[in-house]
């Protein structure tokens, strides 16, 4: 089994390597394959041989992002946040290639900027979070409602999901919100933005099929396990270390 893992950050419509050497720039472009897998050009990934050296990878990332502070949030992420895992098992027998990838975004806040008392460069990150957002949930919404034209092209937030929402893949959508009083505006549309992912339904296609003996099924059922088994181990992680 091989597993790698890449991090990146897209602030200001500007996509930014994570696991990149300081001081190393690296121009980076989203692509989509034959297969409709997203691919960023130029991403640097890197490999892991199990989930300590996965959550030492997003540590060293998570450190370089961009945070700020406002009068509404001490800490608020002045950006969007893609870590990607990548899974890839080889048969010894007939060479059949098994391979997935797990994608956790952590979406930049989405603030009122009026409440927020920013001004000049944080206003600006703050316009250009709401329009991100604003494309994806037209995205998830023309998902969910199962259009025939779905905008991906209208934001690169848009097109390195596009292969997460809907298809054969399977979305989570995680959101917090505020108790206080004073925010029950911005909690009432969070949460009604984390109920249209609710309607995403999946295709459960599979890009790969074989035929095999009970005994390579077992094999093949064992791996399911253990596929299963990481993904919920990083995705707790990544809910821990947040």
């Not at 370089?64 to 608020?76: D, F, H, K, L, P």
């Not at 933005?193 to 003996?213: D, E, H, V």
């Amino acid at each position: 089994m091989e597993i790698s893992a890449s991090m990146l950050e897209l602030y200001n419509d500007r996509l930014i390597d994570l696991l990149a050497k300081k001081g190393e720039t690296r121009k980076l472009r989203v692509r989509q394959d034959g297969s409709g897998t997203v691919r960023v050009e130029g991403l640097q990934e890197l490999k892991a041989k199990d989930s300590s050296e996965l959550m030492d990878i997003f540590r060293s990332g998570a450190k370089r992002r961009i945070m700020t502070g406002n009068a509404m949030n001490v800490e608020s992420s002045r950006s969007h946040v893609i870590f990607t895992v990548k899974v890839e098992t080889v048969n010894v027998s007939t060479e059949d290639v098994l391979a997935g990838k797990i994608v956790l975004c952590d979406l930049g806040g989405s603030e009122q900027l009026k409440r927020t008392e920013v001004g000049g460069q944080q206003k600006r990150e703050a316009i250009e979070l709401n329009k991100s957002l604003t494309a994806l949930g037209d995205v998830i919404h023309a998902v969910a409602t199962k259009r025939r034209s779905i905008p991906h092209r209208n934001h690169k937030l848009t097109q390195l999901l596009r292969d997460s929402i809907g298809g054969s893949a399977k979305s989570l959508m995680i959101v917090t919100c505020s108790p206080a009083a004073s925010n029950l505006n911005q909690t009432t549309m969070t949460l009604k933005y984390a109920a249209r992912a609710k309607m995403i339904t999946n295709a459960g296609l599979s890009s790969w099929s074989f035929s095999c003996s009970p005994s390579e099924q077992k094999s093949y059922s064992t791996l399911s396990v253990q596929r299963d088994s990481l993904e919920s181990g990083i995705a707790m992680s990544k809910m821990l270390a947040a």
